[in-house]
């Protein structure tokens, strides 16, 4: 691409390093940005600078955080005996978003992949570990996500916390919601099958 200026030159490839934007994209990005208003720009960049720069990660759980232990650690109305173990971020914003869970969680940064070289001393796993010993904690839920990976690291932590005295359990992998049993894959129907519940257990709130 020839730009007729290095500022904008600059401009697109910060943009194009970010995830599923190209270099189309990120010039239009970036053309859009200098239509607007100086004021607008200067606080969209100060957005950004200040997440940077200010953002924590919760000292408990490990989860993005404006403070040193974040707001579901530091509430009194959740349940600290259930700690539900998730990958990242998003998946505690998308179980928050269900509002059916009042436990609190632990972030690992990540699934073990020996194939991408990510092993159990990338991730926050001592750290579980080290809250389970505490005794407060009853139950371990993992929500990690039905891939080898995920597999994978369920089975190390399993291994990890099984001479706890804790109940260790998984969120059930099942049919979605409106999903027809036709469609449906094997291993997933497979399993659906050989983890199945009491109809009452089934019945939403
Ligand atoms: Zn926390």
Same mark, same amino acid.
């Given at each position: 691409?020839?730009?007729?200026?290095?500022?904008?030159?600059?401009?697109?490839?910060?943009?194009?390093?970010?995830?599923?934007?190209?270099?189309?994209?990120?010039?239009?990005?970036?053309? /859009?940005?200098?239509?607007?208003?100086?004021?607008?720009?200067?606080?969209?960049?100060?957005?950004?600078?200040?997440?940077?720069?200010?953002?924590?990660? !919760?000292?408990?759980?490990?989860?993005?955080?404006?403070?040193?232990? !974040?707001?579901?650690?530091?509430? /009194?109305?959740?349940?600290?005996?259930?700690?539900?173990?998730?990958?990242?971020?998003?998946?505690?914003?998308?179980?928050?978003?269900?509002?059916?869970?009042?436990?609190? &969680? /632990?972030?690992?940064?990540?699934?073990?992949?020996?194939?991408?070289?990510? #092993?159990?001393?990338?991730?926050?796993?001592?750290?579980?570990? =080290?809250?389970?010993?505490? #005794?407060?904690?009853? =139950?371990?839920?993992?929500?990690?996500?039905?891939?080898?990976?995920?597999?994978?690291?369920?089975? &190390?932590? /399993?291994?990890?916390?099984?001479?706890?005295?804790?109940? +260790?359990?998984?969120?059930?992998?099942? +049919?979605?919601?409106?999903?027809?049993?036709?469609?449906?894959?094997?291993?997933?129907? #497979?399993?659906? +099958?050989?983890?199945?519940?009491?109809? =009452?257990?089934?019945?939403?709130?």
């Amino acid at each position: 691409m020839n730009f007729s200026s290095k500022l904008l030159e600059n401009a697109v490839t910060e943009f194009s390093r970010l995830p599923g934007v190209g270099q189309k994209t990120a010039l239009r990005l970036v053309l /859009h940005l200098l239509n607007q208003d100086k004021a607008d720009v200067e606080r969209f960049g100060a957005a950004i600078t200040k997440l940077r720069n200010e953002i924590q990660h !919760c000292s408990v759980c490990h989860n993005i955080s404006d403070s040193q232990v !974040c707001e579901i650690c530091a509430s /009194h109305k959740r349940d600290k005996g259930l700690i539900c173990v998730v990958e990242d971020t998003r998946d505690v914003m998308a179980i928050e978003n269900t509002s059916q869970y009042n436990g609190v &969680y /632990h972030v690992l940064g990540g699934l073990i992949s020996p194939m991408d070289g990510i #092993g159990p001393a990338d991730l926050s796993v001592d750290s579980l570990v =080290e809250r389970v010993k505490t #005794g407060e904690v009853r =139950e371990v839920l993992f929500a990690l996500s039905a891939t080898m990976e995920g597999d994978t690291t369920i089975f &190390y932590l /399993h291994k990890r916390l099984k001479d706890q005295p804790i109940t +260790i359990t998984t969120i059930a992998r099942g +049919i979605s919601f409106g999903g027809e049993l036709e469609y449906v894959d094997e291993i997933t129907l #497979g399993r659906s +099958i050989a983890t199945r519940v009491p109809y =009452e257990g089934t019945l939403s709130r």
